[in-house]
């Protein structure tokens, strides 16, 4: 019994263009060709089509179907790497459904990182773009940490004052603001001492942890939101000599045109401490 390709594919359940594709990939042997140039496919060729099938059907890539060899006499080593594969691509698959399943439960941006749906819901665009960063320049014990601490402190009046706070914020607003958050992240640095020392859980270098976390608050934020941050950093901390040096540099407050114009900035200006310590962490 011969066949044409059309019945050959048919027979397989499966189509031309898969036959023609797996003779360009050395899968299946070309049959031999009558005078009238016409292939004609034996029983040899219909096994080997059912098999590569029936090993695509289970999973098997074609790039490894040909390792398992034609006969498929002893395919039980490659199966079992190709079982491994198909179950590491389930856990990956499921992990992301739950992933789907908490950002559609809690409403929250898909581009949060892993594990932050519900933690992350009320946070500022600005805010989630730096988490986003922090996932990459930090450890996972750090960003667990972080989790934990958006999700056990709640968002407070200040904290919604200082997502809002306008670059041309005046001096007294400024300095409300940072009395009111200071307390709340002396705690959490006293609860994660790590924020000491953020270098000790960067990924990589501490130094470029530092510069990426220092530039991402630069663009993310105002000069207003970061100089609240780093006066209610140098509150927290005791750094009341810092602080009063701040208030010196700073220009009069009746010029306020130019007082903004020429402020240091607190962010560059910062220790370690000051910069990588999360903006979650007052709340």
Do not use: C
């Amino acid at each position: 019994m011969a066949w044409s390709t059309r019945e050959l594919a048919g027979l397989a359940g499966t189509t031309v263009k898969a036959v023609r594709y797996y003779h360009q990939l050395g899968l299946l042997d070309e049959p031999e060709r009558l005078s009238n140039n016409y292939k004609q496919y034996e029983v040899r060729h219909l096994v080997r089509l059912l098999q590569i099938t029936r090993l695509t059907e289970l999973g098997v890539p074609l790039a490894q179907i040909e390792s398992l060899g034609s006969s498929v006499d002893d395919p039980q080593a490659a199966l079992r790497t190709i079982d491994a594969e198909l179950a590491a691509t389930i856990e990956r698959l499921q992990r992301i459904r739950r992933e789907l399943a908490a950002i559609l439960q809690h409403g929250t941006s898909a581009s949060l990182p892993e594990g932050f749906a519900e933690a992350g819901r009320d946070l500022s665009a600005a805010d989630q773009s730096l988490l986003l960063i922090w996932s990459r320049v930090f450890d996972a014990e750090a960003m667990g940490d972080l989790r934990q601490m958006l999700i056990d402190t709640p968002r407070t009046a200040a904290d919604i004052a200082l997502d809002e706070l306008p670059a041309d914020a005046d001096r007294a607003t400024r300095r409300r603001l940072s009395e009111e958050i200071a307390p709340g992240l002396a705690a959490m640095v006293e609860k994660y001492p790590w924020l000491n020392d953020p270098g000790s859980r960067a990924r990589g270098s501490a130094s470029s942890t530092q510069s990426t976390v220092v530039d991402s608050v630069g663009e993310l934020y105002n000069g207003a939101q970061r100089e609240v941050l780093y006066r209610a950093s140098l509150i927290s901390s005791g750094s009341l000599d810092a602080l009063a040096a701040l208030e010196a540099a700073l220009p009069p407050e009746d010029d306020a045109e130019e007082a903004r114009a020429s402020s240091p900035d607190p962010v560059t200006s910062a220790d370690s401490t000051s910069t990588a310590t999360p903006r979650g962490d007052d709340r």
